[in-house]
């Protein structure tokens, strides 16, 4: 069998025989040798019996929501390529040759366009066409330097034996974002073909919610890639809090009448200890989500671990621990002079500032390389 043409299914009686009928007559008029699947997510409008009465075959999937929805009918599929697209009759299973033809190509994925191939007025909610779809979609290039310009449509073709190898997890609208991202970091090959979308032949309110599904999209593309959410920020906020740091530390300043003294300071050190606890975090995130399979491989992190050990990572941690305390030590001498009386504090901040600074910097580092050698050995098992 060929193609196996995916639909995950709840409660779409009004429309599920319409999208059928059409994947059928495809199939029938290409001379492709192919089933139709409906994913049936527990629906209880008599959408199965449709399905069953239109020659589909139907996987019952008991875990709610699209993504696991589509996840078990992969697994069932017989079909070498699988085309998915929603049982709401917006898109057009009556042609799907460009999916085909590309797939039959070599392509592992093949992604729909919708803005390349028509929208139909009204089909896409304003807030969908001009900021949800458009602002992910730049996301996703920009962080995963994806080459879909249209990230989230939902008729996609692939090769089922490639998708499996993507190991894809998340069980709701996230799903296709997951699928995307996961292609690009695994270099697969993705194509993009025109694809019309059509109002939907429902009367109900669709499944998918705007701002919430929109937020698990964003909240996927983020998490997906540590270095933007926490290693940029970090290096951002450690180098502004470092220079800040060192150019207050002789002497309080003046620039264009205004005073930089011991308090530009104390937010200083705050910037340099988020800004380090970002920068491990992204490296925590990173090994971790290695390890569990969530993310490849990536060569960089591998040459950098050549350096970063557990001996360097104490080294470094003990180096700025004895910094510290060494600052914080003089801050006491000059505070025992003065009989452990009343102290200048823009004298003795200027010492003890960055001897807390460096004190808690060395212990995070410190506990940190214990974490990282920890997840180290656990990747390598």
Avoid at 33 to 45: C, F, I, K, R
Wanted: aromatic share 8%.
């Amino acid at each position: 069998m060929e193609v196996t043409i995916l639909m995950p299914c709840l409660n779409e009686v009004e429309t599920l025989e319409t999208c059928i009928r059409k994947a059928n007559t495809w199939m029938e008029r290409s001379g492709v040798a192919g089933e139709v699947l409906v994913a049936d997510n527990g629906s209880t409008d008599g959408s199965r019996e449709i399905a069953l009465r239109c020659g589909a075959r139907v996987e019952p999937i008991a875990t709610r929501g699209y993504g696991a929805a589509l996840a078990g009918g992969i697994l069932a599929a017989k079909g070498r390529f699988v085309i998915m697209g929603d049982a709401d009759d917006s898109y057009d299973f009556s042609n799907l040759d460009p999916f085909l033809a590309a797939l039959r190509g070599g392509a592992d994925l093949v992604m729909g366009n919708r803005f390349a191939g028509g929208i139909e007025s009204g089909a896409m909610p304003k807030l969908h066409y001009y900021l949800g779809n458009p602002v992910l979609t730049a996301i996703g290039r920009l962080l995963f330097k994806s080459p879909c310009r249209d990230f989230h449509c939902g008729l996609r073709g692939f090769r089922r034996a490639s998708v499996l190898t993507l190991d894809l997890r998340t069980t709701g609208m996230e799903f296709a974002s997951e699928m995307v991202v996961k292609a690009t970091l695994a270099k697969q090959r993705i194509i993009e073909v025109p694809t019309t979308l059509k109002k939907d032949g429902r009367t109900r309110p669709p499944h998918l919610r705007s701002w919430r599904d929109g937020w698990r999209h964003l909240r996927f593309l983020l998490m997906y890639s540590p270095r933007w959410l926490f290693a940029l920020p970090g290096v951002l906020l450690l180098s502004l809090g470092t220079l800040l740091m060192v150019w207050l530390a002789p002497k309080a300043r003046v620039v264009g009448g205004i005073s930089f003294d011991i308090h530009t300071m104390l937010a200083a050190s705050a910037c340099m200890i988020l800004g380090f606890q970002a920068v491990v975090f992204a490296f925590l995130t990173k090994v971790f989500a290695i390890s569990e399979g969530l993310l490849p491989e990536d060569p960089q992190l591998q040459r950098a671990f050549r350096y970063i050990t557990l001996e360097t990572g104490l080294l470094a941690g003990i180096g700025m621990l004895f910094f510290g305390l060494g600052c914080c030590a003089a801050a006491l001498l000059q505070w025992q002079e003065a009989g452990f009386s009343h102290l200048e504090p823009t004298k003795t901040m200027r010492l003890f500032i960055p001897g807390v600074t460096a004190t808690v910097l060395g212990a995070q580092a410190i506990l940190a390389s214990f974490y990282l050698s920890i997840l180290g050995l656990r990747r390598k098992g």
